[in-house]
């Protein structure tokens, strides 16, 4: 295989201390890719296409083993903590030098790309690779420059992934064999230890989650589609709420399904791809979707396929129900061709509510919806993830999108409250959760149901229906909505046991209030106000 970009002193790898690097395959296409992923014997496959590869010990992102170097030209603005861990800028140096020594006389794989559809606020990234496939996600998963960009393609940062390369804790100060390290001051992540090829999309959101909101863009973890009046709606969610499922909608043009920005001009995709998850994929509920793990140049990550047949498995969770696709963009039929859009008409934040407690649907005032931005709130149940019990755990993950946001969250708080109060966008609070008692006894709210009540609050018809307000949480609640049943849209009589419903709802009152202690020295009292209490 040849060489499809520059040569390595011509461009950078050298000025990366990588010039020692047996090979360097620049810019290599999808179908050369496939070649080398399957001649190295990185994945094999399936029927339709895809290739499909295993990640090892880690299936999801590693959080605990990811960390920020602390060094002048950043300290100060970044919120220090358990999520933003802090590394030592000289051990960084080190371990660099380390990775370095590693892929010296190793082959790696290069692809320069874009992350984000909008010129104004692009940022050109160099993702170096040790394997084919995970330069194909960086692919698939970023936006690919013209031939005239990458003939002068200057990266503004560069992700160095070794995946076989191992840390040592005492030697390097990491927390274990696994690390993900970003360096402001050099514009370098370094990644190492996992084979997870999301630590690579995570890594660049965070950067651009650092640089954005200084320029005035608020970054978003969240979806976006439009509507043909040019209506587009942000929906905010963590994994497993439906944020890629609900995006996909044939009526609408998909901006994009996971990373956004939303500048003074409207909203922009980060991405050239989508990262679904696919365990239980449903043709009938998700055929967008569902069409993509058959097509030539999907990756599939840890989704178990019949080693002679390549058929695969979508139910299988043997592996991880973390199962993932990643695809570009425009495998979605639907897929807007620019990955822009207007200023949000709607702004949806999606939970998967396992207590059974909130409504399928609720409209927010902007207090209310600054409030459940800063909450996060959804649920973990078992099977979503190793060492849950039987009992559902509440997560709170800050704007929706905690683990990536290296500012404080209140600076991305009070940017998404100007932009939605200078544009005047509806807000709404979307259960697809649990319905009917909590997990284990009640069901999870039927996707159609779900459909039908974003159809109708994406198109207006909600905006005259009679509402009720939550006795616990005070929003809006609809009390009609085609095709949805209407004790559908009222939680409490969909339990046996309205005595139960009460006690259920008051703990998760109380979980909600615990957790915004901690930002109520940063909001105004009108969003302080606007949190839920128990019911009399």
Request: hydrophobic residues 40%.
């Amino acid at each position: 295989m040849e060489n499809l970009g520059p040569t390595i002193s011509s461009n950078g790898l050298d000025r990366l201390g990588l010039d020692g690097v047996a090979t360097a395959h620049w810019n290599y296409g999808t179908a050369a890719l496939y070649t080398a992923a399957l001649a190295r014997g990185e994945g094999k496959l399936g029927v339709g296409g895809p290739l499909v590869a295993t990640t090892g010990v880690h299936t999801g992102r590693s959080a605990q083993d990811k960390f920020i170097v602390k060094e002048p030209s950043s300290e100060s603005e970044i919120s220090w903590g358990a999520i933003n861990k802090p590394f030592d800028a000289d051990r960084f140096d080190a371990l660099l030098a380390r990775v370095q020594g590693y892929l010296s006389g190793r082959e790696v794989f290069v692809q320069d790309c874009w992350a984000g559809a909008s010129r104004d606020y692009r940022l050109g990234v160099r993702v170096i690779t040790e394997k084919a496939w995970h330069n194909l996600f960086a692919r698939n998963m970023f936006i690919q420059p013209t031939a005239d960009e990458l003939a002068g393609f200057d990266p503004e940062f560069t992700v160095i992934q070794a995946p076989n390369f191992r840390a040592s804790p005492e030697r390097d100060g990491t927390r274990s064999d696994c690390f993900i390290i970003a360096n402001f001051a050099k514009k370098i992540v370094i990644i190492g230890g996992t084979h997870y090829a999301g630590e690579i999309k995570k890594s660049v959101f965070s950067i651009l989650n650092y640089l954005l909101p200084a320029r005035q863009v608020m970054p978003m973890h969240c979806s976006i589609n439009v509507g043909e009046a040019g209506d587009s709606a942000i929906f905010f969610g963590l994994s497993g709420t439906g944020k890629t499922t609900l995006s996909a909608d044939p009526r609408r043009e998909l901006i994009g399904d996971d990373e956004h920005g939303w500048s003074d001009d409207g909203v922009f995709n980060f991405e050239g791809g989508c990262y679904a998850k696919v365990i239980n994929l449903s043709a009938d509920a998700e055929p967008e979707i569902y069409a993509t793990t058959r097509m030539f140049g999907t990756v599939l990550e840890n989704v178990v396929m019949d080693p002679l047949s390549g058929v695969l498995d979508l139910d299988d969770g043997t592996l991880t129900q973390n199962t993932r696709a990643s695809y570009p963009i425009d495998f979605i039929p639907n897929a807007s061709a620019t990955g822009v859009a207007g200023h949000p008409k709607n702004v949806v934040m999606l939970t998967a509510d396992a207590f059974g407690v909130l409504p399928p649907i609720a409209k927010l005032t902007p207090e209310q919806a600054m409030y459940h931005f800063l909450s996060g709130y959804t649920a973990k149940v078992a099977g979503t993830e190793k060492g849950l019990g039987s009992e559902p755990q509440a997560t709170f993950s800050t704007c929706f999108g905690a683990p990536f946001m290296p500012r404080h969250p209140s600076v991305y708080a009070k940017l998404l409250g100007e932009k939605i109060a200078r544009h005047g966008a509806a807000c709404w609070l979307v259960n697809t959760g649990w319905t009917g008692g909590v997990y284990g006894v009640g069901r999870r709210m039927p996707i159609a149901y779900t459909r039908a009540l974003l159809n109708a609050a994406l198109d207006g018809s909600l905006d005259n229906v009679p509402t009720k307000t939550d006795p616990n949480f005070g929003f809006q609640v609809p009390t009609a909505c085609p095709e949805v049943p209407e004790e559908v849209l009222n939680p409490r009589g969909t339990w046996d046991d309205g005595g139960a419903y009460d006690a259920k709802a008051g703990e998760l009152v109380g979980r909600f209030n615990d957790n915004f202690t901690q930002f109520e020295g940063y909001v105004e009292s009108e969003i302080r106000q606007a949190a839920p209490r128990k019911a009399a």
